[in-house]
């Protein structure tokens, strides 16, 4: 019974009691009944009194009790939080709060095979970007993958993840702490400039700067987290550059975990083009040597300020077509002595460009694309490498038969690659493709980036 209820009870008993004493007066006198019953009223009022008191004080110090508790459990909650936060564990959002931060959607900061990226503002003013990841079956275990990589790791070059959503049935959303800058894509390759993002173009010390930022964090991931965390989707799309062009690697969807005692893991071919190592290409399982191909890869497209495939003529039909194999250009600028040849044109024009440098991150790059993983360095010697404390050997001379013909193909889209593979000899050095830095083939089996 709540107060009001209680309160008019009582006044209507105490008001009939009252009523019953008067009727009694009256109809009995002053008699020995009419007083025995005006005692027993009298007794029934202060016990109705008694009991009133008794409620309204017990109710006054539970309501103090429940303020106090809520009180608490605000304190509580926003402490809670505030951990989390601080433990970078990632909490649960509603779908209403991300509509709001997002103003349904609004501002698109990029879109990727499977997920679309938008600008948010988080009610307490943290900038976020909300990945919406799309299809139900594929979405879910590029969801699961991404979270179970990101969201127990912690490192200033690796994106932060502070939360997600869930519907059933529907899309899967993670937010992550919004990076300003963007993808290194739009800083390093001429014509990736939008309307909400002018394209940049990042000085020589910044790019080799986020070299070895990359370095680190693949180092990390690598060699210092409790299972091994294989990225396998390295490229510039997913490196992101924060208000100080410090590279931060974003785009945990085809993560995989590695047991430290495995060597490789057996998985379907997925990724882009053009940054595959072969031995994924032939089946051969991956392991950490992939993301270290993908890496050398990504280095040399820095350095040129290009894609390592490019169409040069386009002719008719597909046979007609021409392609540079820019990986190639570099190595044979480098047997020719003219490193600065394979830099960005327009960072040369600038000028300032320490010789040796380029030399280094060259020799990187070929010892990290060689075909046989087992050449390849492991990225924390790479960051050895590329901070100079160790020497750089000559690189042996890649082979480059296979990996550059896989890497083409019509579509100029950002999708990646489904397995379309023909089959193929597991033997690299036995496909008796021509290898020159600039060749027309007819090989087409792998999608866009
Ligand atoms: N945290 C972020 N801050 C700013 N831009 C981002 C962020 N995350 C992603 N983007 C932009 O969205 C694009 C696609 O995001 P990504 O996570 O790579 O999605 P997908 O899995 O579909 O490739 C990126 O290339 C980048 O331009
Ligand atoms: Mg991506």
């Given at each position: 019974?709540?107060?009001?209820?209680?309160?008019?009870?009582?006044?209507?008993?105490?008001?009939?009691?009252?009523?019953?004493?008067?009727?009694?007066?009256?109809?009995?006198?002053?008699?020995?009944?009419?007083?025995?019953?005006?005692?027993?009223?009298?007794?029934?009022?202060?016990?109705?009194?008694?009991?009133?008191?008794?409620?309204?004080?017990?109710?006054?110090?539970?309501?103090?009790?429940?303020?106090?508790?809520?009180?608490?459990?605000?304190?509580?909650?926003?402490?809670?939080?505030?951990?989390?936060?601080?433990?970078?564990?990632?909490?649960?959002?509603?779908?209403?709060?991300?509509?709001?931060?997002?103003?349904?959607?609004?501002?698109?900061?990029?879109?990727?095979?499977?997920?679309?990226?938008?600008?948010?503002?988080?009610?307490?003013?943290?900038?976020?970007?909300?990945?919406?990841?799309?299809?139900?079956?594929?979405?879910?275990?590029?969801?699961?993958?991404?979270?179970?990589?990101?969201?127990?790791?912690?490192?200033?070059?690796?994106?932060?993840?502070?939360?997600?959503?869930?519907?059933?049935?529907?899309?899967?959303?993670?937010?992550?702490?919004?990076?300003?800058?963007?993808?290194?894509?739009h800083w390093i390759f001429p014509g990736k400039g939008t309307?909400?993002?002018?394209?940049?173009?990042?000085?020589?010390?910044?790019?080799?700067?986020?070299?070895?930022?990359?370095?680190?964090?693949?180092?990390?991931?690598?060699?210092?987290?409790?299972?091994?965390?294989?990225?396998?989707?390295?490229?510039?799309?997913?490196?992101?550059?924060?208000?100080?062009?410090?590279?931060?690697?974003?785009?945990?969807?085809?993560?995989?975990?590695?047991?430290?005692?495995?060597?490789?893991?057996?998985?379907?071919?997925?990724?882009?083009?053009?940054?595959?190592?072969?031995?994924?290409?032939?089946?051969?399982?991956?392991?950490?040597?992939?993301?270290?191909?993908?890496?050398?890869?990504?280095?040399?497209?820095?350095?040129?300020?290009?894609?390592?495939?490019?169409?040069?003529?386009?002719?008719?039909?597909k046979s007609q077509r021409k392609w540079q194999y820019f990986?190639?250009?570099?190595?044979?600028?480098?047997?020719?002595?003219?490193?600065?040849?394979?830099?960005?044109?327009?960072?040369?024009?600038?000028?300032?460009?320490?010789?040796?440098q380029v030399k280094r991150v060259v020799h990187v790059a070929?010892?990290?694309?060689?075909?046989?993983?087992?050449?390849?360095?492991?990225?924390?010697?790479?960051?050895?490498?590329?901070?100079?404390?160790?020497?750089?050997?000559?690189?042996?001379?890649?082979?480059?038969?296979?990996?550059?013909?896989?890497?083409?193909?019509?579509?100029?889209?950002?999708?990646?690659?489904?397995?379309?593979?023909?089959?193929?000899?597991?033997?690299?050095?036995?496909?008796?493709?021509?290898?020159?830095?600039?060749?027309?083939?007819?090989?087409?089996?792998?999608?866009?980036?």
């Open positions: 019974m709540d107060d009001k209820k209680a309160n008019i009870t009582a006044v209507i008993i105490i008001i009939g009691l009252i009523i019953f004493i008067i009727v009694a007066r009256l109809s009995l006198k002053l008699s020995k009944a009419f007083f025995l019953i005006v005692g027993a009223d009298i007794a029934v009022i202060l016990a109705v009194f008694v009991c009133l008191v008794i409620r309204g004080r017990y109710n006054h110090r539970r309501k103090l009790l429940e303020k106090k508790l809520v009180s608490e459990g605000r304190e509580l909650r926003i402490e809670y939080s505030f951990l989390r936060k601080v433990a970078g564990v990632p909490i649960k959002f509603r779908l209403k709060e991300l509509e709001d931060a997002t103003d349904n959607f609004q501002a698109l900061l990029g879109q990727g095979a499977s997920a679309s990226v938008f600008k948010g503002i988080l009610s307490d003013g943290t900038a976020v970007a909300v990945k919406r990841i799309n299809g139900e079956e594929h979405g879910e275990k590029e969801f699961r993958s991404e979270v179970a990589a990101i969201a127990s790791v912690q490192h200033v070059n690796l994106v932060r993840l502070l939360g997600y959503c869930c519907l059933p049935r529907g899309p899967r959303f993670l937010v992550y702490e919004f990076i300003p800058n963007g993808s290194l894509d309307k909400n993002r002018p394209e940049g173009c990042l000085s020589w010390d910044l790019r080799y700067r986020v070299a070895i930022d990359v370095a680190k964090a693949l180092s990390y991931l690598h060699h210092d987290c409790r299972s091994r965390i294989l990225h396998l989707d390295l490229k510039p799309e997913n490196i992101l550059l924060d208000e100080n062009y410090r590279a931060i690697v974003a785009d945990f969807g085809l993560s995989k975990l590695m047991g430290k005692d495995e060597s490789r893991v057996i998985t379907t071919i997925r990724g882009t083009k053009g940054y595959l190592a072969p031995e994924w290409l032939l089946e051969h399982g991956v392991s950490e040597k992939c993301d270290i191909y993908s890496y050398g890869m990504v280095l040399l497209e820095m350095i040129g300020g290009q894609r390592n495939v490019t169409l040069i003529e386009n002719g008719s039909d990986p190639k250009i570099a190595r044979d600028k480098l047997g020719e002595g003219k490193v600065i040849a394979v830099v960005d044109h327009r960072l040369v024009e600038v000028g300032a460009i320490d010789e040796r070929l010892w990290c694309i060689q075909e046989r993983a087992k050449l390849r360095p492991t990225m924390a010697q790479v960051v050895e490498m590329l901070e100079g404390r160790v020497p750089v050997e000559e690189p042996p001379d890649p082979q480059m038969i296979m990996v550059d013909f896989l890497s083409i193909d019509e579509e100029e889209s950002d999708c990646h690659f489904r397995p379309k593979i023909a089959a193929m000899g597991s033997n690299v050095n036995s496909c008796n493709i021509p290898c020159s830095s600039s060749s027309s083939f007819a090989m087409s089996m792998l999608s866009g980036r």
